[in-house]
């Protein structure tokens, strides 16, 4: 028993059994207007469908105070969060009459990331994982300031023997209170609750709405708003109407088709689990694909880094990198012992404007400028290199006519 309400296992099977365990666990969120005898039924169906009940009761007083509502949900995500690291399974959020407000949306605005106080990111994640299904029956309800006289009393008080005055009288004052409440805090909540609901289209599990047109504390016009807001959100609601059940007697008056209905849906919120572990394998799977892309990519980069610097410093190679000339020819024209460090040298290097060196005659360069720049016929004459003089080239010419000694003697004095 804590502030706001109690968290306890309705029934809970033993995993170790011959069962081996149940199918999943529906949490039920009721408020006080739901008496212990009405929720042993339900209590009862779950078990006997293969499913474990974590119930969460919260006092009358705790849909008015946030804070106590806070409380109770983190109560209730500690007992859960427990079970589900021993072994996930499904999850299904139901919850009775007023209890969404009671305590279930706050319990959304915790996982959903939306509430100032939070629990540990994986254990959030780890019950969104789980969620499966959402069953609301009798409800969502519309909190407003006319709904206050409907239950200013416990059902256990309206139906007590005693004069009607003093009944009418208690109905009264309770709801003068509440009026009061709903002038300063209430009213400026009820935003943030309908909110919360509508967010848990976000987890990605179906809906099943369990109404009926008689009901007046859960008027059809706000159940059908609501379910048609769900389905505009992408939301995937299926809506179960009788017409004469009271307000949370649905099961009682329709126990066959109650039951069948309950189990279809924990048959769909089963085949919802599977797929949303489907997927998140399929997640875990392609970011391990990325990851050993990334991770062969690094190695494809070092591999290429380590080839350009043996390319550049390859003494028999003919691919240099800008800064390899001026250090092979600095070093190689250089005994100084200072010389040593060549890696110091190489970074120094790198920064140096390239310094302008001879070009050999021979090379594909060299013959590329002179095809280019010099021409093969100047008014007759051939020109090419008949050797080298004192290590440089010479160029000799032959005219196709006889000419005189003198002539030859002042091109040979001329440097091309």
């Known amino acids: 028993m804590i502030g706001g ?184 909540q009820r935003s943030e609750y309908w909110h919360a609901l509508y967010s848990s289209v976000e987890i990605g599990a179906p809906y099943l709405v369990l109404c009926s047109e008689n009901d007046d504390l859960a008027p059809h016009q706000v159940i059908s708003s609501f379910t048609h807001q769900l389905q505009e959100l992408g939301g995937e609601v299926k809506v179960v109407k009788w017409k004469n059940s009271p307000h949370a007697g649905h099961y009682t008056h329709n126990p066959i088709q109650y039951r069948a209905v309950i189990s279809n849906f924990l048959e769909k919120a089963m085949s919802v689990h599977l797929q949303k572990i489907r997927q998140l394998g399929e997640r875990a799977h392609t970011h391990d694909e990325i990851s050993e892309l990334i991770c062969d990519l690094q190695k494809v980069a070092v591999k290429s880094n380590q080839s350009l610097r043996r390319v550049a410093t390859g003494p028999c190679d003919h691919f240099f990198l800008p800064s390899s000339a001026p250090y092979q020819s600095n070093s190689s024209s250089s005994n100084d012992p200072s010389s040593s460090s060549q890696e110091e040298q190489r970074e120094r290097s790198s920064f140096r404007p390239l310094q302008p060196t001879s070009i050999n005659a021979h090379s594909v360069l060299g013959q590329f400028l002179f095809d280019s720049c010099v021409p093969k016929n100047i008014e007759g004459w051939d020109i090419r290199f008949a050797g080298s003089l004192n290590g440089q080239p010479y160029a000799t010419s032959s005219s196709r006519k006889n000419s005189n000694l003198g002539f030859k003697k002042r091109v040979f004095r001329s440097r091309l």
């Open 5 to 188: 309400g109690r968290v306890y296992w309705g029934k809970k099977m033993d995993v170790d059994g011959d069962g081996g365990g149940s199918n999943g666990v529906v949490v039920i969120f009721v408020w006080s207007s739901i008496n212990e005898n009405h929720l042993s039924n339900f209590v009862d169906l779950y078990s006997s469908l293969g499913w474990n009940s974590l119930v969460c009761r919260a006092d009358f007083l705790t849909a008015f105070y946030p804070e106590m509502a806070l409380s109770l949900a983190f109560h209730l995500l500690s007992e859960l969060v427990e079970e589900l690291k021993t072994r996930p399974c499904p999850v299904i959020f139901l919850a009775f009459s007023g209890a969404p407000k009671a305590c279930m949306y706050k319990v959304l605005q915790v996982i959903m990331g939306d509430c100032e106080a939070q629990i540990h990111p994986d254990d959030s994640q780890l019950v969104r994982n789980c969620i499966s299904g959402h069953v609301y029956d009798s409800g969502p309800l519309d909190f407003t300031s006319d709904l206050n006289v409907k239950f200013a009393l416990h059902p256990t008080i309206r139906r007590m023997s005693g004069p009607s005055r003093l009944v009418s009288w208690m109905a009264k004052g309770i709801s003068s209170g509440l009026d009061g409440l709903y002038l300063t805090r209430f009213e400026s």
